[in-house]
């Protein structure tokens, strides 16, 4: 599951929801979280691409390295599926790979000019598991919905970590062009930053218009409508984070040390729907907002190495298998 959907889907789960029953209350929530979210469809696929960049690091807060990365690419991988469904709550399990794929060129020292320059290729792969419990309700006689996960990551070597996060998310507003949801998060991860983050959520859709306001803070903002027959665009910024393990053999350091990325995405979105699959292609500019390594367990703010990377074109494609589609969106 990804980071970021981890910590922030929780206020979504009401969007679009009726006093229904509670399997109707399920099967929409469902719907609009695998419409808002490709990573909680049955199956995602994706495939990114960034475009060359310049970039330099800093060790212990001191000039290190500067370079190019002449190429950066990731697989992602995502399954989510049902364990247990009962009518107030449900058991689901998810399941990503990642691999981050980086071809470092002329990378040379920013101390010692004399030092040569090096060309590396690196390879990663990430895996994450997670177990997630939702509880369906009513909260002063709006849909309340409360969630909890488990999360596992691990590298090809071994099981890194485990950490978890406890939240709910209520609807505050519904009106036939308008849904507005708050929310929030307690993370169980002595790693975060904030021990605890509120979530709010707002869809609009203009009058005498076809195009629909998706803000989910401080997750992202979008513009989106129909676009020929099955289709939808896109168009915004969105925060993305997601991270890595390194592996140190050097004696003396940590074993295992964290990776972990923040960016900004901003572009353009084309989805087109063939039954339940849905193929994708995304492209714009990424603003890399923060890359830091620190030692496992420990939060981003206590880094070791930071790397400073200019913002460069990235295009993504991808294809989801979506059970919870309709016939005609």
């Not at 009401?14 to 469902?30: F, R, S």
Request: net charge positive; with cysteine.
């Amino acid at each position: 599951m990804k980071k970021t959907i981890c910590l922030f889907s929780l206020a979504f789960f009401c969007l679009n929801l009726k006093a229904q029953e509670n399997d109707d209350i399920k099967k929409k929530m469902q719907a609009t979280l695998a419409d808002k979210f490709p990573e909680t469809r049955t199956i995602d696929i994706r495939y990114l691409r960034y475009l060359p960049s310049d970039f330099d690091t800093e060790l212990m807060k001191e000039g290190y390295e500067e370079g190019k990365l002449e190429s950066y690419s990731k697989l992602r991988v995502a399954i989510n599926l049902p364990v247990i469904r009962q009518p107030k709550w449900n058991v689901t399990s998810s399941f990503v790979y990642t691999n981050d794929a980086f071809d470092l060129r002329n990378v040379s020292s920013q101390n010692d000019p004399l030092q040569p320059s090096y060309n590396r290729k690196r390879d990663f792969h990430t895996f994450v598991g997670a177990v997630s419990f939702t509880y369906f309700s009513t909260l002063f006689g709006k849909p309340f919905i409360y969630n909890s996960s488990l999360i596992a990551d691990a590298s090809n070597r071994d099981i890194e970590r485990l950490k978890g996060f406890i939240g709910g998310s209520m609807v505050i507003k519904r009106k036939p062009q308008t849904m507005m949801t708050v929310g929030a998060v307690v993370f169980i991860d002595p790693a975060s930053p904030l021990p605890f983050a509120p979530t709010f959520s707002l869809d609009h859709k203009f009058s005498g218009s076809a195009w629909v306001l998706d803000l989910i803070l401080p997750q992202r903002l979008l513009l989106k409508r129909s676009l020929l027959t099955n289709g939808r665009i896109s168009i915004g910024s969105e925060i993305t984070g997601d991270g890595l393990y390194v592996n140190n053999p050097l004696p003396g350091y940590s074993s295992v040390y964290n990776f972990t990325q923040v960016e900004l995405r901003s572009g353009l979105t084309y989805e087109y729907g063939i039954k339940k699959i849905i193929l994708s292609f995304k492209t714009g500019i990424s603003t890399p907002l923060s890359n830091r390594l620190t030692e496992k367990g420990e939060s981003s703010s206590d880094y070791i190495l930071k790397v400073n990377r200019q913002s460069a074109g990235y295009f993504s494609i991808g294809a989801s298998y979506n059970i919870f589609k309709k016939k005609k969106d």
